[in-house]
């Protein structure tokens, strides 16, 4: 997968690193991030899924953080599963 530059903060202890990753990608991603992405993803049901979120911790603290970016099918749906009441009160009943 390409890695896209650094266009919003410079690095820095407290960054935590954020992917999005697409469903078709998800297995991949896990693979490359190895046993402790893989474990944190199986227990958090955790395979791209449009919207969902994946926390990886270390004594406590989330030390990554992953985005399912879904497949094209729901992303055409233009749902993303969050539950977001602001998303969903300023929709256009049009």
């Known amino acids: ?21 697409a469903s078709a990608d998800a297995k991949a991603w896990l ?3 190895g046993a402790r ?19 990886i911790t270390e004594n ?4 990554l953080m992953a985005i399912g970016f879904g497949d094209t099918i729901a992303r055409k749906r233009k749902r993303f599963g969050s ?3 602001y998303c ?7």
């Open 1 to 21: 997968m390409p890695r896209t530059p650094n266009i919003f903060a410079n690095p820095s202890p407290q960054a935590i690193p954020l992917y999005l990753v």
């Open 31 to 33: 693979k490359v991030h």
């Open 88 to 94: 969903k009160s300023t929709r256009s009943s049009v």
């Open 37 to 55: 992405a893989q474990n944190s993803a199986a227990s958090q049901s955790w395979i791209g899924k449009l919207g969902q979120i994946l926390y």
């Open 60 to 63: 406590g603290l989330p030390i």
């Open 83 to 85: 539950g977001c009441r």
